[in-house]
């Protein structure tokens, strides 16, 4: 049975998993802004300097099967403080490396913190606000899915301007003390509903390991080759201990990860919406920045600066979407939301080397006007449906489907890029090759437009309790 928090409760929960979710957000954006600083200061090469994004974001696929059952048996206050504690002492590790391989290690270390904050952070708030609350709710929590993404390169480029490296580690670690004090002192100590009885110790294995090789793969693919047996070997090996891990965790009583959750409709549904708009969009904003950077020759900050409008788009748009949901319902704003992100999308792979980036900055604001209308229905209504006692498990499995679509929607247009070539020889010598990136752009668009497909056939009627009029903070 629900739990009733008052509402002292709600709005401290609802800070913490702002804090957290800007502190997850901002860790790719800022880290890939100082990679080729970090290249130049330890003298390797661009392919070297990457493992320090992949060891984190490898580690975080190993560590994240596992966040259900530690939740159920440690209790979601516990594991949520302790993963920010984890992130913020590798953070400072990491300040302070003193070499590559230090970095990397540490990187590591710090994606068991990250890999648990995001599906942790999910569970913590859908257990503390009923599905009726959570459009309006929504309406704030929106601001931890724009801010990072938004801020990250911005921020980055500053620090990199004004100051060293390892301030772009260490800036994040008063976010996660405060949110670490702040829960420790004011959030409720809840057990989980959930029996969590012993850890499933073949499905761990299986789950960590399969994730964390086929997401290596998925990370390095691009540009190592995909027939490469540093990247096909691991490919293969993370797919089959997949598959055994699905087979596994079906036929036992007490799997670690429920994976019969996805005969639920509602949730089915809505994660085949939130797997082909992640994909697209994430796609899209790796693909941004890029282009502005190699191809036109902008700074970071410039690019930063041309890419925020999307933030701004999602705040404008949140507000009317959270008006419109109660009346409208998910599908049709998750499908139409998706063919307007779609023709955005479609609009960026026009532009050239001379177009404006004031023109850019409008697709970009477009686009995040879009996609307001996929992630606040989207979060309102997956785990309507989800008995409390499973919503831990629940939101492991929507953060563990993003997770792949962000690093499948990234591989699949680097893909694209490498395969037609991004470059062309000219009378000039090397010259940009737009064939290349307009058609990254439209395999994007293409991801966006199969989600707004999928929009349309999420079930309303199963996701009427979170259209009701109630305000929850």
Not at 34 to 58: D, N
Not at 186 to 201: C, M, T
Not at 301 to 314: C, D, K, R
Request: proline residues 5%.
């Amino acid at each position: 049975m629900l739990r009733k928090f008052t509402t002292h409760q709600k709005y401290i929960v609802a800070a913490i998993y702002v804090s957290s979710m800007v502190l997850s957000s901002l860790d790719a954006t800022m880290v890939n802004v100082t990679l080729a600083t970090l290249g130049r200061e330890f003298g390797v090469l661009p392919s070297e300097i990457e493992a320090v994004s992949v060891a984190y974001l490898v580690s975080l696929a190993v560590i994240m099967p596992a966040s259900g059952w530690l939740v159920d048996r440690f209790g979601t206050k516990n594991v949520f403080l302790t993963a920010l504690l984890i992130y913020a002492i590798t953070n400072l590790m990491a300040g302070f490396a003193q070499s590559l391989n230090q970095l990397v290690f540490f990187r590591a270390l710090q994606g068991l913190g990250g890999g648990l904050l995001v599906p942790v952070g999910m569970a913590l708030l859908y257990r503390t606000f009923p599905p009726a609350e959570r459009i309006a709710v929504g309406r704030v929590l929106m601001y931890a899915l724009v801010l990072g993404p938004a801020l990250g390169p911005i921020v980055g480029g500053v620090i990199l301007q004004v100051s060293t490296w390892p301030w772009t580690f260490f800036a994040k670690v008063p976010i996660a003390v405060f949110a670490i004090v702040y829960g420790w002192r004011y959030l409720v100590d809840e057990p989980s509903d959930g029996d969590a009885g012993k850890l499933d110790w073949i499905g761990f294995l299986l789950g960590g390991f399969g994730l964390g090789a086929a997401m290596y793969a998925m990370l390095e693919g691009p540009d190592v080759g995909w027939t490469q047996p540093t990247i096909a070997a691991p490919g293969l090996i993370g797919l089959a201990l997949l598959i055994a891990f699905v087979w596994h965790e079906l036929r036992i009583p007490r799997p670690m990860v429920d994976l019969r959750l996805l005969n639920d409709r509602l949730l089915n549904s809505t994660i085949r919406v939130s797997f082909f708009a992640t994909a697209g969009f994430l796609g899209t904003l790796f693909l941004v920045p890029l282009f502005l950077q190699d191809v036109r020759g902008e700074t970071p900050l410039i690019s930063g600066l041309a890419t925020m409008p999307e933030a701004l788009g999602v705040v404008v748009s949140t507000q009317l979407v959270a008006r419109l949901y109660p009346k409208v319902g998910p599908s049709r704003l998750m499908g139409g939301s998706l063919l307007l992100v779609t023709a955005a999308i479609l609009a960026l792979s026009r532009v050239g080397l001379d177009t404006s980036l004031w023109l850019v900055g409008l697709v970009m604001f477009v686009i995040g006007f879009g996609m307001a209308g996929i992630f606040l229905p989207n979060q309102a209504a997956s785990m309507a449906t989800i008995p409390r006692a499973k919503l831990g498990s629940a939101s492991m499995v929507f953060s563990v489907q993003r997770q792949i679509a962000s690093a499948l929607g990234v591989a699949l247009l680097s893909t694209v890029l490498s395969v037609i070539g991004v470059t062309t020889l000219g009378s000039a010598g090397n010259e940009p090759n737009l064939a290349a990136w307009q058609t990254a752009f439209a395999v994007a668009a293409g991801l966006t437009f199969i989600g707004s497909c999928m929009g349309w056939t999420v079930p309303d009627e199963d996701a009427a309790e979170t259209m009701q009029q109630r305000r929850g903070v």
